[in-house]
């Protein structure tokens, strides 16, 4: 299985940009990638997915290798409400296997 | 747009009783997948189904079974009930069927199991 490797935590200060790594070496030609979110009590959030070119979305940024064996995640000014988990995910055939994530949080 | 529904919220059942969570996946979805979220475990993939079909499974035991009906809905029973199987359920659903790792899931709140 196309596994993930991210930190377990990070921590950023509100307002701040933030970059949330992640890295897939094992990532084949037809795996996407997908960033999920989970904030307190609430079951996992989508929040930006792609293949080879980066990606813009109204939540974040995703910023992939050329190699595509890392991704970064980027939450351009992290608010209070971006503190969550977030979950860096590669994707073939509908099967999305949840890795640990990161923690994140925010400082006001 | 009504999201992904997912019944009862909590429940608490006893070792050896078995349970049946139920999910109302976003209309239009075909696709419904269950995870299991634990604090020492994280979010484990149970199963996915689609139009009716399981499709993928995770590696957990056969006491862990699902379905899914016509209409899309899913439900997905433990028998015999352990300890271990306190946990949040979740249920996601998703527009594509297989072959395109593009899809997005859209999950629900959750079914809470304690298991005393």
């Known amino acids: 299985d196309a596994k993930t490797t991210q930190p377990n935590s990070m921590e950023s200060n509100e307002e701040e940009p933030v970059h949330l790594p992640c890295n897939h070496s094992?990532?084949?030609?037809?795996?996407?990638i997908h960033w999920y979110r989970q904030l307190p009590s609430q079951g996992p959030e989508y929040v930006i997915h792609?293949?080879?070119s980066n990606v813009n979305n109204r939540m974040a940024s995703l910023a992939i290798a050329e190699d595509r064996k890392s991704s970064t995640l980027i939450l351009h000014r992290a608010t209070l409400r971006d503190a969550a988990v977030y979950y860096c995910?590669?994707?073939?055939?509908?099967?999305?296997?949840f890795g640990a994530g990161t923690r994140l949080t925010v400082k006001p | 747009k009504a999201g992904v529904t997912q019944t009862p919220r909590y429940l608490i059942k006893t070792r050896g009783q078995q349970v049946t969570l139920s999910c109302s996946p976003i209309?239009?979805?075909?696709?419904v997948s269950w995870y299991q979220q634990t604090p020492g475990q994280g979010l484990q993939f149970l199963f996915e189904?689609?139009?009716?079909?399981?499709?993928n499974k995770g590696n957990f035991p056969g006491r862990f079974s699902g379905r899914q009906f016509s209409n899309s809905r899913s439900e997905m029973n433990v028998s015999t009930l352990e300890l271990g199987d306190s946990a949040l359920y979740l249920c996601?659903?998703?527009?594509?069927?297989?072959?395109?790792?593009?899809?997005?899931?859209?999950f629900g709140a959750g079914s809470r199991l304690t298991v005393l």
């Open positions: 996601a659903s998703s527009l594509q069927g297989a072959g395109s790792g593009a899809n997005v899931l859209t």
């Open positions: 094992t990532i084949s030609g037809t795996d996407y």
């Open positions: 792609g293949l080879t």
């Open positions: 995910i590669l994707s073939l055939n509908n099967d999305m296997r």
């Open positions: 209309s239009g979805h075909r696709s």
């Open positions: 189904y689609f139009s009716e079909t399981q499709r």
